[in-house]
């Protein structure tokens, strides 16, 4: 079984468990969903692939908007068998049913939805990362459960999606991204302190191109899809959203490198 995992990442997490599951299956292509958006035609493989993955970290109990669009777009071949992995730092939401509901406009639909809790890269204004000391635990035990949700693709099987579908998850998601992008501003906050050294680090590793970097001043524009891979990022601990990040720990997955980063973005 041919096996195509279109994956996208901010910090790492969703990049580790689509590659942890790629092994798992087998003669499967892991394609950067930033790279297949700027690149234009997809390899020849994604023609032909038996089976389809869509990989993503969860945003306000929902997909983030730059997977939307990627799915809206997505033109599938012959009748793959689609699964979704979505990570999260705790709660899912109804991020796969909306893949579901946007494959069905494709005429197809999600036969599994898999959502793994994975250390949490949320920070500022709220800080929802757990301490340090339980990172190693929580990684250990999303990655016990690939060789059961890969075990259940190979098998095609028709599994109920985990999360939820109620109504009010898609009120709080909504409220929450609203919350976040428009009343808090996090795209309008993103700066850089004095400790910025001019690297590039994140000019190149931002999927939306959002980030320039002279030799004076780094600057954000206005197409932020709050991946958050500027903040936790940076060497230099220097990207800040307002004030609320400031001295705060920064996370990358240990298995994941900033070249594996340049190479998602297309960088
Ligand atoms: C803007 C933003 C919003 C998030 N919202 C949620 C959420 O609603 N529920 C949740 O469980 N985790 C949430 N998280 C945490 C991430 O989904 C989680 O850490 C994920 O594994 C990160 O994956 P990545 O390393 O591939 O980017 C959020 C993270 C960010 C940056
Ligand atoms: S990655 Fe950090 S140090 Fe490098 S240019 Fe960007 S803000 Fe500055
Ligand atoms: S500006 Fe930062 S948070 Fe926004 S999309 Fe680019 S890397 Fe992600």
Request: hydrophobic share 35%.
């Amino acid at each position: 079984m041919t096996t195509i995992i279109y994956s996208f990442t901010g910090t790492g997490n969703t990049l580790a468990v689509a590659r942890q599951l790629a092994d798992a299956l087998g003669d499967t292509t892991i394609i950067p969903i930033t790279r297949a958006m700027k690149a234009g035609p997809l390899p020849p493989e994604a023609e032909t692939a038996d089976a389809i993955g869509i990989a993503f970290p969860i945003y306000y109990v929902d997909m983030p908007l730059i997977v939307q669009d990627f799915v809206r777009e997505l033109q599938l071949n012959g009748n793959p068998y689609i699964f979704g992995i979505a990570t999260c730092g705790e709660r899912p939401g109804g991020a796969l049913y909306n893949l579901n509901a946007l494959l069905k406009e494709k005429g197809t639909h999600l036969s599994l939805g898999a959502a793994l809790i994975m250390p949490e890269n949320y920070v500022g204004p709220m800080d929802l990362m757990e301490p340090v000391e339980k990172v190693e635990g929580i990684l250990s035990t999303a990655r016990d459960r690939i060789p059961e949700i890969a075990e259940l693709i190979r098998g095609r099987r028709e599994i109920p999606l985990e999360g939820s579908d109620s109504t009010p998850y898609r009120i709080v998601a909504s409220f929450f991204r609203f919350l976040a992008t428009s009343v808090y501003g996090t795209t309008r906050r993103l700066h850089a302190t004095d400790r910025c050294n001019r690297c590039g680090i994140c000019t190149r590793i931002c999927p939306t191109e959002n980030i320039t970097v002279t030799d004076s001043a780094v600057t954000w524009g206005r197409n932020c899809t709050q991946c958050y891979a500027c903040i936790h990022w940076c060497p230099q601990a220097a990207v800040e959203i307002g004030g609320r990040t400031r001295g705060k720990r920064r996370y990358h997955h240990p298995d994941v490198t900033v070249a594996d980063m340049v190479e998602q973005s297309g960088g």
